[in-house]
Antibody
Framework: QVHLVESGGGLVKPGGSLRLSCAAS????????MAWIRQAPGKGPEWISY????????YYAEAVEGRFTISRDNTKNALFLQMNSLRAEDTAVYYC??????????WGQGALVAVSS | DIQMTQSPSSLSASVGDRVTITCRAT???????LSWFQQKPGKAPRLLIF???NLETGVPSRFSGSGSGADFTLTISSLQPEDFATYYC?????????FGGGTSVEIK
């Protein structure tokens, strides 16, 4: 059974940094593209980044390009999101998501990131 | 960027009703790159339909998807109490992989 568990969320001041982690289990992690999707309070989901199975291909949404960095460690079945220069509008629940042939089929429970002074 | 427009944004329906939600893309995305999700308060989205018309394992058969090109539909054939939730479409044809604005299905 696919299991994705995010950690590292919390309260941070504007301009600060956070690193989210996602521990994956129950599937062959190194065979799958992975993504981060966020959802601001009361809003719909927003795709922010994906990384290919090897890590060689990465894309970002314009809203986070240059501030966020996605990475993975296939030896540890882990996905990461380094978030720098955080803004109030980055406040959201951040989900780690598995890509199955261009479909996001498995989601973690989410990690809450709150950016406030 | 491809914009995804869902309609209606909300609807009220009764148990047993047939419900239809539409999703329109600003350009053709083909059949393979359209998914539908259900989300309940405080929970992560759940995949219902992938590749426009394929039912995800474990999803009740009252859910179905159709469409191609830029126009897609999610249908619930007979609404059940557990189906009251918000539904989103998403395209994965080209980055950024955008979501529709959501359709909230409420109890009449």
């Amino acid at each position: 059974q696919v299991h994705l568990v995010e950690s590292g969320g919390g309260l941070v001041k504007p301009g600060g940094s956070l690193r989210l982690s996602c521990a994956a289990s129950g599937f062959s992690f190194s065979d799958h593209y992975m993504a981060w999707i966020r959802q601001a309070p009361g809003k719909g989901p927003e795709w922010i980044s994906y990384i290919s199975s090897s890590g060689a291909t990465i894309y970002y949404a314009e809203a986070v390009e240059g501030r966020f960095t996605i990475s993975r460690d296939n030896t540890k079945n882990a996905l990461f999101l380094q978030m720098n220069s955080l803004r109030a509008e980055d406040t959201a629940v951040y989900y780690c998501v598995r890509d199955r042939y261009s479909t996001y089929d498995s989601w973690g429970q989410g990690a809450l990131v709150a950016v406030s002074s | 960027d491809i914009q995804m427009t869902q309609s209606p944004s909300s609807l009220s329906a009764s148990v047993g009703d047939r419900v239809t939600i539409t999703c329109r893309a600003t350009e053709s995305i083909g059949n393979h790159y359209l998914s539908w999700f259900q989300q309940k308060p405080g929970k992560a989205p759940r995949l219902l339909i992938f590749a426009a018309s394929n039912l995800e394992t474990g999803v009740p058969s009252r859910f179905s998807g159709s469409g191609s090109g830029a126009d897609f539909t999610l249908t619930i054939s007979s609404l059940q109490p557990e189906d009251f939730a918000t539904y989103y479409c998403q395209q994965t044809s080209s980055v950024p992989f955008t979501f529709g604005g959501g359709t909230s299905v409420e109890i009449k």
